[in-house]
């Protein structure tokens, strides 16, 4: 059974940090891209962030220099480091894992985590 399971979103104040968890199992982890996903009410989805198997990271330009995208293949964790955090960040946040070797067919699959919701707000 393949889980993509989200931990870590939460309230803050804006300017805060808060640092965002996704634990997978029944996957080859180390071979999977992983990315963070989000989605405000009403609004699409974004994609916030990317980390290839080999460690090579992306950002939107919405985050970049803010947030930090990281993995650890031991725990078959992806992380998502979100700091100075804007009341515009707030939405569900979502983790995805993607085989990148199979192009858009593995971008627009793979595996999606049930999602956490990250509050910036006074």
């Known amino acids: 059974q393949v889980q993509l399971v989200e931990s870590g979103g939460g309230l803050v104040q804006p300017g805060g940090s808060l640092t965002l968890s996704c634990a997978a199992s029944?996957?080859?982890?180390?071979?999977?891209?992983l990315a963070w996903y989000r989605q405000a009410p009403g609004q699409q989805r974004e994609l916030a962030a990317t980390?290839?198997?080999?460690?090579?990271?992306n950002y939107a330009d919405s985050v970049k220099g803010r947030f930090t995208i990281s993995r650890d293949n031991a725990k078959n964790t992806v992380y998502l480091q979100m700091n100075s955090l804007k009341p515009e960040d707030t939405a569900v946040y979502y983790c995805?894992?993607?085989?990148?070797?199979?192009?858009?067919?593995?971008?627009?699959?793979?595996?999606w985590g049930q999602g956490t919701q990250v509050t910036v707000s006074s």
């Open positions: 029944g996957i080859m982890f180390s071979i999977n891209a």
């Open positions: 980390i290839t198997p080999g460690g090579s990271t």
């Open positions: 995805h894992a993607y085989r990148l070797e199979f192009g858009t067919q593995g971008r627009l699959g793979g595996y």
